[in-house]
């Protein structure tokens, strides 16, 4: 039997659970349609998503009549194949200059409404997968999923009114917000507002409570140890440091370096403009780090962590099963025993100072010689407007963000496991 057509995977909650949510996304989109027909007077743009409304209407209808397709072994075994933590990692971080280079378009309503539409759809017949399904609706896991939704709303919300004022500003004219320059009173307007907004969250975490099981687990005891064993999931990132750093690094320097570029970029900062408005084309550096930190280094180290990390803390694919027992070798090397091998020769017999002298020479260039090379080259406007302490002060916080992707890398294309290693000492970068 085609594995499209066969349904015997889905319960019938499910299914109907898939009916219903497929309908809701069929009124979202009638309303979108509503919006261009009635708003707008556009009526090519509303055919046009009248067209998706009756996709996802005819959707619904299937689920609800319990005979929806399920989504093909072959795609997902596909999948699977092919994703992984470097391509995982890769896809990130194209996404994230597309999103940046591609600002405009993704801005208007229609393509950024194109891709919700797209990311749902492709949402709800993933949950046709089993693995899928139990990953997604883990009670622990169910905020991360709102995490991913809100981020990208607000990111798009914030994007989108950067490129309306850069082309504001562009022809001469004010950003949009001092337009809209109103004052309001604490009383009543702010304080009715936030009781509304109180009143509302209040009934969401209620719904929430009587709709989800509290993910609580039996007392805790050396006899039985969850695998995987993870952290909340506002510390799942910091967990997935430790894949390539000791502790001492991802626990303590890296975090620790985060605090004090929260702390110093108020120093930092001699750009005056972007201030009380949106904008990106006049802070396009501070933007782009920004972002890319949060948004590449932070929140999909957090969604790897929930959803790709299993038993044992192995990657695995979306619509692949948690199996205890998955053995991956593990092949990893460290800087200086690459080195000696390449020279042919062996590390025995000599101290720890020589044996790992390449991976110190490494580091100590990394952070001693690239800022001053940097500030001769592409980074000299920086270091000529911002003096000698805040640029070098900048380029280490940089150094030290960019170190994550770089062990990343290392430890995906080569093996790499530690630039120096001293167990003498317990000293491992």
Known sequence: MNDMHNHDGLSSGMQTGLG???????LLNVGFAAYWHYSQKNAKQASLWAVVSAIFLFHAFLYLGHFGPVLPHSIRHFVNEVLGPTTYFIAACVGFWAMLQFRKLLSDSSVAFGLLNASLLAGGWAM??????QIIT???????????????IFTWIGLSKAVVNDERMRKGEPPMEKLEDDKVLVWPDLVYTELIAMVIVTFGLIVWAILLKAPLEQPASPARIPNPSKAPWY???LQEMLVYYDPWMAGVVLPSMIVVGLIAMPFIDINQKGNGYFTFEQRKFAMSMWLFGFLVLWVTLIVLGTFLRGPNWNFFGPFEAWDPHKNVPLNNRNLSE???????QTMEGKSWFVRELPGI????AYMALLPPLLAKTIMRPFFVKMGFVRFFLLV?????MAALPIKMVLRWTINLKYIVNIPEFFFNI
């Open 138 to 152: 883990k009670p622990d896991n169910v905020p991360i999923v709102l995490l991913i939704v809100s981020v990208a």
């Open 20 to 26: 219903v949510y497929y309908f809701l996304v069929f």
């Open 338 to 344: 690459m080195f000696w091998m390449l020279l042919d």
């Open 361 to 364: 020479i490494a580091v100590i």
């Open 235 to 237: 510390f799942l990132g």
């Open 128 to 133: 046709t997968d089993r693995n899928f399904q």
């Open 396 to 400: 280490n916080l940089i150094q030290f």
